[in-house]
């Protein structure tokens, strides 16, 4: 199945672990027939042609969940609140219990009207049909009450592995002391994730001959700029979701900066990848990205501004020399589609165990 979050794909196994349900798995990532394609291509407004798009998606999305007979429960993957007013009522009429992961879509909605609307209308499913949210780290207290979900009616589970890559270095093993410490920025440039001033900070410290470390910067070569090649640091080509795993299992430590009008209440992709091929990870300091970092163990630090990263990486670098990647084995096992799975559906698990004692 192809995911919007290809980080989730672990819960695709979780009904393994829950042997009396019978699960179907849906994400809004639906191919376009091409005669659509052609007709939003023709729309002059990028934002309206992409919610055209995006409003086709979960349509087809909702549709197809009539075709999952043989299941008691429906797993949407992901939901954008602007386009939840034909695609819910389409899933209440499968009669299936409904779980559904929102990714920071309640923080969006603080400011934006229509997704707001969106955000009342699935309360009021939630209030009507068996249906839960499935929100990620941290509970939506945080939140201003408007945009918080009814405490019946979600459930909290973090961020899952990525089981398809391991550290590199086995458990009790440590970074030898003569090999530089490598240092890295990886993924996607966007808006809410700028790198250059990062890049420009971190290139710089890396070139002071006392410290130990080296800089790589992981992008897809398409939005390699002049500007990005003038701190003269190793480039490396990330278009291939190959290339880009090869680098995170080369690095020892990645560092991540984003927008908090973004990722205040958003767990981070990135840094799940990076944690689980072995990185120990400097964050931006927002509350699920901490979270992301701390449990069930510590595998990283957040930082507040730049200023801060020479400190953070001075903390670090001893515990990678003595360590390894010991705390990043120990973290993915709180993270397992068997160890969620106890989380979405407890009441089950904990009757079959009472039974069984």
Not at 44 to 60: C, D, G, K, Q, T
Not at 78 to 93: D, N
Not at 276 to 284: F, K, M, P, Q
Not at 288 to 295: A, E, G, P, R, T
Request: hydrophobic fraction near 40%; include cysteine; charged fraction near 25%.
């Amino acid at each position: 199945m192809e995911l919007m979050h290809p980080g989730l794909k672990e819960l695709l196994s979780i009904e393994q672990y829950v042997p009396n349900r019978k699960i179907g798995f849906l994400s809004i990532e639906t191919p376009l027939p091409e005669f659509f394609k052609k007709l939003t291509q023709s729309i002059p407004n990028y934002s309206i042609a992409l919610n055209v798009r995006r409003e086709y998606r979960h349509i087809a999305t909702a549709l197809r969940a009539f075709q999952l007979k043989d299941v008691d429960c429906i797993f949407l993957f992901e939901i954008y609140l602007q386009h939840v007013f034909i695609t819910l009522p389409l899933l209440a009429l499968t009669g299936k219990e409904i779980l559904i992961c929102l990714h920071g879509e309640q923080q969006f909605a603080e400011k934006n009207i229509i997704k707001y609307i969106g955000l009342l209308y699935l309360k009021l499913f939630l209030k009507l049909f068996k249906s839960k949210i499935v929100l990620f780290e941290i509970d939506d207290k945080i939140l201003p009450e408007k945009v918080r979900i009814h405490s019946k009616s979600k459930i909290i589970i973090p961020h899952p592995i990525r089981s398809d890559v391991e550290p590199t270095l086995p458990l009790g093993s440590h970074k030898p002391d003569n090999e530089p410490i490598k240092i890295g920025i990886v993924g996607m440039i966007r808006e809410d994730k700028p790198i250059f001033e990062l890049a420009k900070r971190l290139a710089a410290y890396t070139k002071q001959a006392d410290s130990g470390c080296e800089l790589i910067i992981g992008l897809p070569f398409y939005q390699k700029t002049e500007k990005i090649e003038q701190l003269e640091v190793q480039l490396y080509d990330t278009t291939q979701e190959s290339e880009y795993f090869n680098l995170l299992k080369k690095l020892d430590i990645l560092v991540a900066f984003y927008k908090g009008d973004r990722y205040y209440y958003r767990a981070s992709g990135v840094v799940n990848d990076a944690v689980s091929c072995g990185c120990y990870i400097l964050a931006s300091d927002y509350p699920v990205i901490q979270h992301q970092l701390l449990s069930p163990v510590e595998v990283g630090k957040t930082f507040q501004t730049f200023d801060e990263l020479e400190s953070r990486i001075s903390e670090v670098i001893p515990h990678i020399r003595s360590h390894g990647k010991d705390n990043q084995w120990l973290w993915r096992e709180g993270r397992t589609a068997k160890t969620i799975a106890k989380q979405l559906f407890s009441a089950e698990l904990d009757g079959k165990q009472e039974t069984l004692d």
